[in-house]
């Protein structure tokens, strides 16, 4: 059980929109602490997608977003391709357990 | 470029102690970052483990405390991590990563390749 929930699945055709939801608690996200989102491709190290809430690091494209709200967290992909095909996680901080991770989405491309 | 690498024996006997290293390479461990081990069980979600500074503060996971160590060696521009009394729940693919603290948020945006440790008998 994670201490931020993530849907364990979400999926989309290519060109449309998907939305991963992030939810947490008054000790981390709701708390003000920043969230980050990471991409997993099959076999590879977590990639920083989104820092503090909704910046992107460079080389990420801006069909990629963040977002936030109150305790809970979104990233958004429009445009969707095949290359988004990965795992997400989300991570924020939480004032009793440290840095902790949502249980990660899959999302796959139709 | 930073680049981490993780180096340590991939089999592990249950009951024993699991020793991790990580290389930084194009930045020094000794700047203003902290470093962190986090893993990844076969099939499963990340778990944070425990970071460090580089003056030696540290912080740890609350549940993994009790049989987790982690170090610096700034003479080797290297971490470390030890983990003792191991048992099939610590197999897991383990990571070193910085968190950056010249970003916003501090986000953990350089990340070593990972590698597997099984406990196993």
Redesign the interface.
């Known amino acids: 059980q994670?201490v931020l929930t993530q849907p364990p699945s979400v999926s989309g055709a290519p060109g449309q929109r998907v939305t991963i939801s992030c939810t947490g608690s008054s000790s981390n996200i709701g708390a003000g602490?920043?969230?980050?989102w990471?991409q997993q491709l099959p076999g590879?190290?977590?990639?920083?997608l989104i820092?503090?809430?909704i910046?992107r690091?460079s080389g990420v494209p801006d069909r990629i977003s963040g977002s936030k709200s109150g305790t809970s967290a979104s990233l958004a992909i429009t445009g969707l391709q095949a290359e988004d095909e990965a795992d997400y996680?989300c991570?924020s901080f939480d004032s009793?357990?440290?840095?902790?991770?949502?249980?990660?989405t899959k999302l796959t491309v139709l | 470029q930073v680049q981490l690498q993780e180096s340590g024996p991939g089999l592990v006997k249950p009951s024993g102690t699991l020793s991790l290293a990580c290389a930084v390479s194009g930045d020094s461990i000794s700047t203003s970052h902290w470093w962190?081990w986090?893993r990844q069980p076969p099939g499963k979600?990340?778990?944070?483990i425990a970071?460090i500074y580089h003056s030696g503060s540290t912080?740890?996971?609350?549940s993994l405390r009790t049989r987790v160590t982690i170090s610096v060696d700034k003479s080797k521009n290297q971490l470390s991590l030890k983990v003792s009394s191991v048992t099939a729940a610590d197999t897991a693919v383990y990571?070193c990563a910085r968190e950056n603290h010249s970003?916003?948020?501090?986000?953990?945006?350089c990340?070593?390749?990972?590698t597997l440790v099984t406990v196993s008998s």
Do not use: I
């Not at chain 1, 602490?33 to 980050?36: A, C, G, N, R």
């Not at chain 1, 590879?44 to 920083?48: F, M, S, Y």
């Not at chain 1, 009793?96 to 990660?104: D, E, H, I």
């Not at chain 2, 979600?45 to 944070?48: A, I, K, S, T, V």
């Open positions: 994670s602490f920043d969230v980050h990471y590879t190290a977590p990639k920083l820092h503090g809430n910046n690091p996680y991570q009793r357990l440290n840095w902790v991770f949502g249980g990660g | 962190s986090v979600g990340l778990e944070w970071g912080s740890y996971n609350p990571y970003t916003s948020g501090t986000p953990f945006d990340w070593g390749q990972g």
